[in-house]
């Protein structure tokens, strides 16, 4: 019997999600930290990734988790912790959600200035200019359109990055065989002085900062809306599950393009904007050939542009509804609050854009190791929330995930403290 085209299958109703989260994991944490972690200590510091990952890895699930089971997001989950939990996440938004889109907005307009060559013709760096038409493409966008075509783009984009990195590692690989790749340099050390701040800073966005874990929470309950399908919380978790261990994966290729093409040759990464986005392209361009430049240019901005656009959705509902959390009479409607949100992150990222206009990794840096340093405290209160005595009981993590948060946890307090004691 055929399938009727009005009824789509029950997994395409709950597909969506999960690309979205690892399309804000693949912008600056793999195209630009992880790059930058094999052209700095070639394969030493892979393990960094894939701790990170690992150890991060049950407080993303809980969003999900909690989000299907409870029908809130975790951000109702925190206000029902008490007016101390709700402000002292609406304070740690807003505290960070400035640095982290303009250290996303930075680097996805230098790739679109890479992309057509803007500052080569103009003569000057004219990545803050291309970065002020990026936001108000992005927030127009979303300021008009809805999650149903979010969702669209981000899985259009995510399906032509992950083709294209694909074949630039294994088409490295032939180039350089990874038993090429040498020891990392014997003066590097990641557990003091620079090293240990780049190691912070690789970390905290690895895959993504753990407070984001509320936009994952936001997305499956949208995706249930938009769908009228409230799927069981397993085929949740397997989406989402699909999305984490794509975006992993994909960090460690970033990773091994760094390695092979730069580590090797001893080449760095050029400090500038335009000049560095020039640097990430042409990792691909010389493992595929000079014929890809445009295809891959195209897919590394299309990719940031993907990251950009549901940053700024993201940031921009849990503002929105941790501020409705945190009112005694919710006034507005949350649609306007919505947007009124959307329109302070872009300024303000747009602020300290035009304030560091030329260094675009200090601004990453910056980013990166404030969502490390709070991690912590986001991922005890995710913790609790999915552990306590009015969580439903068949949705409660398995024994096994409760001992790997417990692990995950411990190295997030352990390498905060060691980074606040250096």
């Not at 029908?71 to 008490?82: D, F, K, N, Q």
């Not at 390695?259 to 990464?269: K, M, N, R, V």
């Not at 919710?330 to 854009?353: C, F, K, Q, Y």
């Not at 552990?387 to 390498?415: C, I, M, N």
Request: glycine content about 10%.
């Amino acid at each position: 019997m055929a399938r009727d085209p009005s009824n789509p299958p029950k997994w395409l109703a709950v597909l969506g999600p999960g690309i979205l989260f690892a399309s804000t994991a693949i912008g600056v944490s793999h195209l630009v930290q992880s790059t930058r972690a094999g052209a700095i200590a070639g394969f030493g510091l892979l393990w960094a990734v894939v701790a990170a990952n690992v150890a991060k890895y049950p407080f993303f699930e809980f969003g999900s988790r909690y989000a299907n089971a409870s029908g809130e997001t975790l951000i109702e989950g925190y206000r029902s912790m008490g007016r101390a939990a709700a402000w002292a996440y609406f304070i740690l938004s807003v505290g960070t959600c400035f640095f982290v889109m303009g250290a996303v907005g930075i680097v996805t307009a230098a790739f679109l200035d890479n992309l057509f060559g803007i500052s080569v013709a103009a003569n000057f760096n004219a990545t803050p200019a291309v970065a002020v038409a990026v936001f108000a493409a992005s927030t127009g966008l979303l300021a008009w359109g809805s999650y149903a075509g979010l969702d669209a783009l981000i899985k259009a984009i995510a399906g032509v990055l992950l083709i294209s990195t694909v074949v630039a590692f294994f088409s490295a690989v032939q180039h350089t065989p990874l038993s090429d790749v040498p020891s990392p340099p014997a003066d590097f050390n990641p557990f003091e002085g620079a090293g240990l701040a780049f190691l912070i800073a690789l970390m905290g966005w690895m895959p993504t900062a753990v407070d984001l874990s509320t936009w994952s929470s936001i997305w499956t309950l949208e995706r249930i809306k938009q769908t009228g399908y409230h799927p069981e919380l397993k085929a949740t978790l397997r989406e989402f599950n699909a999305g984490y261990i794509g975006s992993a994966i994909l960090a460690i290729l970033f990773l091994g393009l760094g390695a092979l093409l730069l580590f090797t040759e001893g080449t760095e990464l050029p400090q500038g904007t335009a000049v560095f986005a020039a640097g990430i392209v042409g990792l691909y361009t010389e493992a595929i050939g000079e014929w890809s430049q445009w295809i891959i240019g195209a897919a590394a901005f299309s990719a940031m542009l993907g990251t950009c656009i549901a940053c700024l959705d993201g940031y921009s509902r849990a503002l929105a509804r941790s501020y409705r959390s945190l009112q005694a009479t919710p006034s507005g409607s949350m649609r306007t609050n919505e947007r009124t949100a959307l329109a302070l992150v872009a300024t303000g990222a747009l602020t300290l854009i035009l304030a560091f206009p030329s260094d675009i990794r200090t601004l990453v840096d910056v980013a990166t190791t404030l969502s490390f340093v709070v991690a912590p405290v986001v991922a005890a209160a995710n913790w609790y929330l999915v552990s306590r005595t009015s969580f439903p009981t068949h949705a409660r993590p398995p024994k096994w995930l409760h001992v790997l948060a417990g692990a995950g946890l411990l190295f997030l307090v352990a390498f905060g403290v060691l980074f606040a004691l250096s």
